[in-house]
């Protein structure tokens, strides 16, 4: 069982910046592969940006490339994802997930939801 708990969320203005952090309990989060996803109102839960277990693999949606950074460090069990450039349409509430072995763009395949951290954009 891995517990998650999401922080740093907030209000902010557009072209400003978020540093949300995830927080795993456990002592196997390296075996876990971790994903960032958001919902906003009315829409379905899209990936953000994932790693795999020790780092070396990492891919970000096209709609956040080359604005958020996704990273962690196994020996704080946290995940982070440093989003730049904010802009208005990245307005939603974000979850961070744990999946077992590889990782994945696909909500469905994760094992693990932490209970999200609401990210305003907004002037």
């Known amino acids: 069982q891995v517990q998650l708990v999401e922080s740093g969320g907030g209000l902010v203005q557009p072209g400003g910046s978020l540093r949300l952090s995830c927080a795993a309990s456990?002592?196997?989060?390296?075996?876990?592969?971790m994903g960032w996803f958001r919902q906003a109102p009315g829409k379905e839960r899209e990936f953000v940006a994932t790693i795999s277990r020790i780092g070396g693999v990492i891919y970000y949606a096209d709609s956040v490339k080359g604005r958020v950074t996704i990273g962690r460090d196994n020996a704080k069990n946290t995940v982070y994802l440093q989003m730049n450039s904010l802009k208005p349409e990245d307005t939603a509430v974000y979850y961070c997930?744990?999946?077992?072995?590889?990782?994945?763009?696909?909500?469905?395949?994760?094992?693990?939801w932490g209970q999200g951290t609401q990210v305003t954009v907004s002037s």
């Open positions: 456990g002592r196997t989060f390296n075996s876990y592969a």
């Open positions: 997930a744990a999946k077992r072995a590889g990782s994945s763009r696909v909500p469905g395949e994760y094992d693990y």
